[in-house]
């Protein structure tokens, strides 16, 4: 699919590319496609433990992907799948306080997953999205 274009972003963006042969995002047309972007600090990627602090920095990566990808962030999601482990009234709160933050405008379709378990250990939070962003 030479066609298409991926992004990745410097630190935990380049490392799971390198580790997983994946990539964070993919332009399609007049869509930016994220995947699941986790609670990790995106130079160390180190995971952060208290679920408020995850989901928060989860937001702010789906945030930094989409415009490394050359979006201009939340403002442009239309969709949103989240995943977590567990599935709970504190992980909600949180999901529903950053919509409110990133998305004052508009309210995005989501998907809310509980899930046994992510793509690393640690991992209790994944917010994958789609953007539109037109030329």
């Known amino acids: ?12 963006g380049e490392r799971n590319r390198h580790s997983f042969k994946y990539s964070q995002a993919v332009r399609i047309g007049d869509r930016i496609e994220c995947a699941g972007q986790g609670g990790w600090d995106r130079e160390t990627g180190k995971i952060y433990r208290e679920i408020n602090k995850r989901i928060d920095q989860a937001f702010a990566n789906v945030e930094h992907n ?17 995943y977590h482990v567990p599935i709970n009234n504190e992980a909600l709160d949180a999901m529903v306080r950053n919509f409110r933050t990133y998305m004052p405008e508009h ?9 046994p378990r992510l793509g690393e250990d640690d991992m209790r939070v ?7 962003v037109p030329y």
């Open 1 to 12: 699919m030479s066609h298409l274009q991926y992004f990745c972003y410097k630190g935990v």
């Open 66 to 82: 989409i415009q490394n990808a050359g979006g201009k962030g939340w403002s442009q999601v239309f969709r949103v799948n989240s």
């Open 107 to 115: 309210e995005p379709i989501w998907t809310c997953i509980g899930v």
């Open 126 to 132: 994944e917010i994958e999205v789609v953007a539109h």
